[in-house]
């Protein structure tokens, strides 16, 4: 049963970097068929997509964001990572990672299955 | 302001059917597949509808969703109080090269 766990600081000051590292189990991150994918929640807000990568290491991002967003991947430890930059209070939130069935030619995608989720505040 | 458009609020009482609605454009729901999404109170979202009706294995059949056009629609039927719960739907946009939600409904089972 594939399952995902983010980790990395809870806690991250304005102006800096936000680095989160999601570890994937009971299967391989290097699977052609699928992506993976960052989305994050404010408190008592809605979901917010991220940005993805495939294992070639190829990415996109919302539109939104591109401009702060990295995503990586290493095979090597079944990992993908998130880097964030320049945050503020407005990036407060739930992160999550979940795996990314996506073929936008065809016109479909979801995410299945999600982490648990890891709340990372920015403040001073 | 979501890309996609749903109700803040839905409710219903138990063994009702109740449905919430998600509307799009052509540049999302018009041309590409939608999903919906079951967040618990306090946990992890967790995939209910992928491409407009699929049940993902141990969703149960109560659970169903359609589209038409630029709208979709998720129906739950013989309503239980474990259903109580935020749930979004989402689609790829052709416009934005990405993922858009819907801002979430809170549904209440009085």
């Known amino acids: 049963q594939l399952q995902l766990q983010e980790s990395g600081p809870r806690l991250v000051k304005p102006s800096e970097t936000l680095s989160l590292t999601c570890t994937v189990s009971?299967?391989?991150?290097?699977?052609?068929?699928?992506?993976w994918g960052w989305v994050r929640q404010p408190p008592g807000k809605g979901l917010e997509w991220i940005g993805s990568i495939y294992f070639s290491g190829s990415t996109y991002y919302n539109p939104s964001l591109k401009s702060r967003v990295a995503v990586s991947v290493d095979t090597s430890k079944n990992q993908f990572s998130l880097r964030l930059s320049s945050v503020t209070a407005a990036d407060t939130a739930v992160y999550y990672c979940?795996?990314?069935?996506?073929?936008?030619?065809?016109?479909?995608?979801?995410?299945?299955?999600w982490g648990q989720g890891t709340l990372v505040t920015v403040s001073s | 302001q979501s890309v996609l458009t749903q109700p803040p609020s839905a409710s219903g009482t138990p063994g009702q059917r109740v449905t919430i609605s998600c509307s799009g454009s052509?540049?999302?729901?018009?041309?590409?597949?939608v999903n919906w999404y079951q967040q618990l109170p306090g946990t992890a979202p967790k995939l209910l509808i992928y491409s407009n009706n699929q049940r993902p294995s141990g969703v149960p059949d109560r659970f169903s969703g359609s589209k038409s056009g630029t709208s979709a629609t998720l129906a739950i039927s013989g309503l239980q109080s474990e259903d109580e719960a935020d749930y979004y739907c989402a689609a790829w946009d052709d416009s934005l090269n990405g993922v858009v939600f819907g801002g979430g409904t809170k549904l209440t089972v009085l």
């Open positions: 009971g299967g391989s991150i290097s699977s052609p068929s699928y992506d």
């Open positions: 979940a795996r990314h069935i996506q073929r936008a030619v065809a016109g479909y995608n979801w995410f299945d299955p």
């Open positions: 052509s540049s999302n729901i018009g041309s590409n597949t």
